[in-house]
Each structure stands twice: as C-alpha cells, then as structure tokens.
C-alpha cells in the first residue's frame, strides 16, 4: 500500500494548456533529457494532424453563413485525438493559440517560423454578404464595418458569393488589423494547409488587394500582413535588433511550426516568448526598448511565470466566487 501510495504522488497528469495556465513540468523545463513532455506531445499533435482529415470547406462556409444546424453531423462519429480537437461548430475557440515555449524545439532552426505579434487584441474576422464582423477569441461578436476584403463590402461585384476568414490581432491605438494567419480567402479555405503555405499564400492575396491597408469610408481599418522570418540565430536576432515592422509596441513572438495545419484552442505546435525572455531561453541579445513590459522584478523566466500563475489562478478563483454569489442572489 505504500508504494502506491508514493507512485500516485509521482503521477503527472498531462494536458494542454494555456498561456494563462502552469506546465504540469515547467519546473523541469531547463533539465536534459532525451524526450521531455512538450516535445513529445509536438509529436504526438503532428502525427494526430496527419490522421485526421476534416470537411473545412464546409465548415468555413458555416462560418461565414452562420448556418449551424442543431443535429448531429456525419463527421461527429470521428474518432477525434486529445491532441488535435474538433472543430467548434460555432465561433468560440476557432482562433489556434499559443503555449509558453519552456522547451525550445532540436529542430527550431529548419522546422519553425517566426512572427513578431504588436500589441493588441486576437480577433477573428469574418467577412460574407458584403459585411466584414469581427469576434473574439471566445466568439462574442464585437463589431460589423465594410471593409476592402474579398466578401467584405456591399459594393463588390461577387460579395454576396465570397467570404474570407482572418485571425488577426487590432491595435487600438491606430484602428489596424494586423493580419496573422490566413483560413480561408475568396470562399478558398486552406485550413489544413501547413504554416509555411498559408503565410506565402496570405502574402500573395493580401498584395492583390493593396486598398485593404489604406483607410477610407469603405474601409474604416486597416488590414496589414505581418510577416514571418526564419528561425536561424542570425535572423531572430537580425529581427529583434532592427527596427519594427508595425507602428506600435512589440507584444512578443510567436513561432510557428512550418508543418502544422491551422487547428482551433491551444497547441504546442505554436510557442510564446515575451522579448525580455530572449536572452535567457536562446541566448539572443535584445535592445532595452523592446524590454519595456518587463517586470521590475523579473528574475527568470521559471520564477516570473510562477508568480503570474498564482496571479491568474487567485483572479480565476475571484471570477467564480463572484459568479456564485450573484446566481445566489439571483435564487434568493
């Protein structure tokens, strides 16, 4: 009995997780093994993208249209992986998110992409019907405006059979749509495109239609491609030492595997690093100015996250407790 009982405190349960929630082995993140838990559930998550094939033209035009339909699909009986998740039928969780890159990939040179993120907000735009709406990452809609994009205003000749889809991120201080991935452009959805065809197809169409990053009374936003680079040590830090190429503030950076295919929720095939954690996690030396988030007391990156995820973990508690309280009310 009592080795059990020392094997259940040895136990970790696995999971995806968050940019707000701890690694169940971050702690261990610096130590050298020859397969840690990040690196393989990476492993994992690109062979379940390889197994699973899902109908996105389909889905793409539901989310354009808004047409979802209460009864159960013929792909509902798919035997969908922990690692890769179905599709949500509606608008929340459609956008792929990031994970803390505690564990820095053996092939971060040949296999990933680099994107510099602004400050902002993660938005997913939708445009169909000459309309271009915009929902956050939990599928609230936000806003609706015309725009310049394929499908987005009611001036366009074809609008009311194209629709695009964007997962970008808006800076409010200069009304701009910072244009991260590509899902679907002209009613082409390429979802299950790798990373490295999505961005140079992003780059393609957004150049056909230059007007979209111009403000106007059609196009109240503006709608700029963020670019992507390589990962080679000369490049991230030719990168992060030269000038930026947005006009505001530098957020972090995100790096994309070349291979992955655009998924909804959180996915280990795409890592989060704030500037300041260059120097520490790649050995990447980085101008002062792009360290101006950087905590006063900032020590390491182990010990600045524990401290934010105790800070996520005691609002998260607040959040219900309050929740609670006012369905109390609510019954009394």
């Known amino acids: 009995m009592e080795e059990l009982v020392n094997l259940a405190s040895e136990v970790q349960l696995s999971s ?22 990040q690196i393989e559930r990476r492993q994992k998550f690109l062979e379940s993208i ?33 690692e890769v998740k179905k599709p949500s039928r509606f ?47 939990k599928g609230f809609l936000l806003n609706k405006f015309s725009s310049h994009l394929p499908g987005g205003n009611r001036r366009q000749k074809f609008n009311s059979s194209e629709y695009t889809i964007l997962d970008c991120i808006y800076n409010t201080e200069n009304k701009t749509y910072y244009i991260l991935d590509v899902m679907c452009w002209r009613g082409h959805p390429v979802f299950d495109s790798e990373t490295e065809f999505r ?16 403000k106007s009374t059609l196009n ?17 830090h030719k ?14 950076l995100l790096f994309y595997h070349k291979r992955t295919i655009y998924t909804g929720g959180v996915t280990p095939l795409v ?44 609002r998260k508690q607040e959040d219900e407790k309050l929740l609670n309280e006012i369905e109390e009310d609510m019954v009394t």
């Not at 994107?115 to 938005?123: D, F, I, N, Q, Y």
């Not at 961005?199 to 111009?214: A, G, N, R, S």
């Open 199 to 214: 961005f140079y197809w992003l780059k393609c169409k957004t150049d056909e239609v230059p007007e979209i990053q111009v």
């Open 50 to 82: 390889k197994q699973h094939r899902y109908d996105y033209m389909n889905h793409a035009r539901k989310l354009a249209e808004n047409t979802w339909s209460s009864e159960s699909e013929d792909d509902d009986e798919m035997d969908w992986s922990s």
């Open 271 to 314: 890592g989060w690093l704030k500037a300041y954690m260059l120097p520490e996690i790649l050995n990447i030396s980085v101008p002062e100015d792009l360290c101006a988030d950087r905590p006063k007391s900032y020590s390491s990156m182990r010990n600045h996250l524990s401290i934010a995820f105790a800070k996520h973990e005691k």
């Open 91 to 137: 608008y929340k969780n459609q956008l792929m998110l990031s994970e803390w890159l505690v564990e820095v990939p053996e092939d971060l040179l040949n296999e990933w992409l680099l994107v510099l993120c602004p400050v902002g907000k993660r938005s997913l735009i939708i445009t169909s019907h000459g309309e271009t709406k915009v929902y956050t990452k």
């Open 239 to 252: 990168v992060v030492n030269s000038p930026l190429p947005f006009e505001c503030q530098l957020d972090g």
């Open 220 to 236: 109240p936003f503006r709608f700029i491609p963020l670019l992507s680079y390589s990962c080679s040590y000369d490049s991230i």
């Open 16 to 37: 995806a997780y968050d940019v707000s929630n701890r690694h169940p082995r971050f702690s261990q993140y610096k130590v050298k093994k020859k397969m840690t838990s």
